[in-house]
């Protein structure tokens, strides 16, 4: 077990930041020594999921990672279910629009539509983000109860170090409305607005987020394009069978200040 777990810390070394690595770098980054790792990336390469560059010499994630991770994205239909509303609200806002999903104390992006052309935001598939200031981390906290939501908060925070905690206070409408809108709270100059898809029990599944940066939408605007996703998130979460929850009052902002 322990050579299972080593062999997932080394995978997790390759990130979009650091794509590729030499053995020596792999070998200080994980505190082994070079002959145990350069054995173990030889393994990892015979199991296609590492695989070395013929001109660089250096180390990457193998095709075999993608037919992993195709087999996991495979289990989200909520993929499948929310490709017309995505498309729908791209063309609606001209802004990059993503569904998320939550991993322990993060979310994680499973799939993003971007605008053609110009200014705007990107994301990444599997590209991941604080739970406690993400417009889509805020609809998760708001629905978990006091003590769990101040260990995931600590945690995330931890996790990402420097960025804003959340005001308390917005919890109860953001649930209430079921959904958020953040002004620069985990990215500088970008705004997001996000919105619950739900399950069978009505509990929070995934979130459909539109980001854009920040001077392209005033804040009166922010609050009323969450209203938008709300919309199509609703109709997201009917047709996978899931249950809404009553409407509220509006929807909630949070800003950096």
């Given at each position: ?40 990336v030889r393994s990892l390469c015979e199991a296609n999921l590492v695989e070395q560059d013929p001109l660089t010499k250096r180390y990457r ?83 978990m109860a006091d003590r769990e939501r101040d260990v995931a908060i600590a945690c995330s925070m931890a996790r990402h170090p420097g960025l ?94």
């Open positions: 077990m322990k050579t299972v777990r080593t062999a997932a810390q080394l995978l997790r070394q390759f990130t979009v930041a650091a794509p590729e690595h030499g053995v020596t770098d792999l070998a200080r980054l994980m505190d082994l020594d070079k002959t145990s790792t350069y054995r173990l994630l193998g095709f075999g990672v993608l037919d992993l991770a195709a087999v996991r994205l495979a289990q989200f239909g909520v993929i499948e279910a929310a490709n017309e509303a995505m498309h729908r609200l791209r063309e609606a806002t001209g802004e990059t629009v993503a569904v998320m999903a939550r991993d322990g104390f993060e979310i994680v992006c499973l799939q993003a539509l971007e605008p053609r052309g110009g200014m705007r935001v990107s994301f990444v598939i599997g590209e991941r983000g604080p739970l406690h200031c993400t417009a889509s981390g805020l609809l998760w906290l708001s629905e804003p905690a959340p005001d308390p206070g917005l919890f109860d409408r953001i649930r209430d409305e079921g959904c958020a809108a953040t002004l620069s709270t985990n990215v500088p100059d970008v705004s997001a607005a996000a919105a619950a898809i739900r399950d069978r029990d009505g509990a929070i599944a995934h979130s459909l987020v539109v980001s854009c940066p920040r001077p392209r939408i005033e804040p009166e605007a922010l609050w009323q394009r969450a209203h938008e996703v709300r919309a199509e998130a609703a109709a997201i979460t009917k047709a996978m069978g899931g249950r809404l929850p009553p409407p509220g009052p509006r929807a909630t902002m949070i800003s950096a200040g």
